[in-house]
T-cell receptor
Framework: GDSVTQMEGPVTLSEEAFLTINCTYTATGYPSLFWYVQYPGEGLQLLLKATKADDKGSNKGFEATYRKETTSFHLEKGSVQVSDSAVYFCAPSPGSNDYKLSFGAGTTVTVRA | EAQVTQNPRYLITVTGKKLTVTCSQNMNHEYMSWYRQDPGLGLRQIYYSMNVEVTDKGDVPEGYKVSRKEKRNFPLILESPSPNQTSLYFC?????????????????FGPGTRLTVL
């Protein structure tokens, strides 16, 4: 089955710092790749996605590029805000003939003012 | 409003007392899924359903049952809960579970159910 390796946290940053969260995956076929965000006390919601190699997903200042050659989908933001404090999950869509979903373990990010 | 709803949001129960957590979506999605979230372990899939009457095990199905009699509902059943099932549970749905890189795999999550088994 598919698997996801996500950078462990927790990560604590100051406002306006640069954030990177690494994510690598194994999957059969050509999955779509997603980053989800979970704000305190809430369910997960989609942050961004990329559906094919070299695609860049972006939203709310976050970006991630689908790197097929390195099977990676690292999340970046150039200048974080306190409101970015959340748990971030990397997730590929199911591979061929497989409908299970795998999520990374989640990375807790805390941004201090 | 398009949404996934779960009930109850909070539940405290005792070992062995059967319980059901309901999940409903109003987006006509085919794929539905249950997850549990535990500190340090992230999100793990319990069961999923590709469509009505089609369900399959995820990574941690032991101690759980599901059913999919209607497209919109996907209840999670704990026949005999135990303390190790204390967790935060999420239901999710998506348009389809099709593999191969399709863009219709975004998961829509419910607000979560916090379950405590004493």
């Amino acid at each position: 089955g598919d698997s996801v390796t996500q950078m462990e946290g927790p990560v604590t940053l100051s406002e306006e710092a640069f954030l990177t969260i690494n994510c690598t995956y194994t999957a059969t076929g050509y999955p779509s790749l997603f980053w989800y965000v979970q704000y305190p006390g809430e369910g997960l919601q989609l942050l961004l996605k990329a559906t094919k190699a070299d695609d860049k997903g972006s939203n709310k200042g976050f970006e991630a590029t689908y790197r097929k050659e390195t099977t990676s989908f690292h999340l970046e933001k150039g200048s974080v805000q306190v409101s970015d404090s959340a748990v971030y999950f990397c997730a590929p869509s199911p591979g061929s003939n497989d409908y299970k979903l795998s999520f990374g373990a989640g990375t807790t990010v805390t941004v201090r003012a | 409003e398009a949404q996934v709803t779960q009930n109850p949001r909070y539940l405290i129960t005792v070992t062995g007392k059967k319980l059901t957590v309901t999940c409903s979506q109003n987006m006509n999605h085919e794929y539905m899924s249950w997850y549990r979230q535990d500190p340090g372990l992230g999100l793990r899939q319990i069961y999923y359903s590709m469509n009505v009457e089609v369900t399959d095990k995820g990574d941690v199905p032991e101690g759980y049952k599901v059913s999919r009699k209607e497209k919109r509902n996907f209840p999670l059943i704990l026949e005999s809960p135990s303390p190790n099932q204390t967790s935060l549970y999420f239901c999710a749905s998506s348009i389809g579970g099709l593999a191969g890189g399709g863009s219709n795999n975004e998961q829509f999550f419910g607000p979560g159910t916090r379950l405590t088994v004493l």
